[in-house]
C-alpha cells in the first residue's frame, strides 16, 4: 500500500503563487511515477502535471510555463510550483502515484489518471480575481 498526504493548498490572489507538497509513505518511492491532478466544481478530474523517477516531465498544456513539479526522493516527497496562478486554476488538487520504473515518454502513460492505483485525499486551492 501507498499513503499520499498533500498540503500547501490555500486562498492566493490572481497572479500569485503556491507550492503544493505530497508526502508518500509504504513503498519504493524512488521507483515511482508521480502525478498531480485537478478537479474544479462542476468538472471532470484534469491532469496536470507527472514526474518520472528520473526526472522526465509532463504537463497538461493548460499549466505549461507556469507549474513545475519536482521530487526530493530522499524526502518521499513530490512537489507542485505554481506561478502566475488564475481563477480557473481554482480545484481541489490531488497526488496520485504509479509504482514500478519506467522509460516511457508516450504522453499518454502520464495523462491516464485510471493508471494511477495511488491517491491522496486532496487539497483545495481557491484563486481570486
Known amino acids: 500500500q501507498v499513503q499520499l498526504v498533500e498540503s500547501g493548498g490555500g486562498l492566493v490572489q490572481a497572479g500569485g503563487s503556491l507550492r503544493l507538497s505530497c508526502a508518500a509513505s509504504?513503498?519504493?518511492?524512488?521507483?515511482?511515477?508521480m502525478g498531480w491532478v485537478r478537479q474544479a466544481p462542476g468538472k471532470e478530474r484534469e491532469f496536470v502535471a507527472a514526474?518520472?523517477?528520473?526526472?522526465?516531465?509532463s504537463y497538461a498544456d493548460s499549466v505549461k510555463g507556469r507549474f513545475t513539479i519536482s521530487r526530493d526522493n530522499a524526502r518521499n516527497t513530490v512537489y507542485l510550483q505554481m506561478s502566475s496562478l488564475k481563477p480557473e486554476d481554482t480545484a481541489v488538487y490531488y497526488c496520485?502515484?504509479?509504482?514500478?520504473?519506467?522509460?516511457?515518454?508516450?504522453?499518454?502513460?502520464?495523462?491516464?489518471?485510471?493508471?494511477?492505483?495511488?491517491w491522496g485525499q486532496g487539497t483545495q486551492v481557491t484563486v481570486s480575481s
Open positions: 496520485a502515484a504509479r509504482g514500478g520504473r519506467t522509460y516511457r515518454n508516450d504522453r499518454n502513460y502520464y495523462t491516464t489518471q485510471s493508471s494511477y492505483p495511488y
Open positions: 509504504g513503498r519504493t518511492f524512488s521507483d515511482s511515477t
Open positions: 514526474i518520472r523517477w528520473d526526472g522526465y516531465t
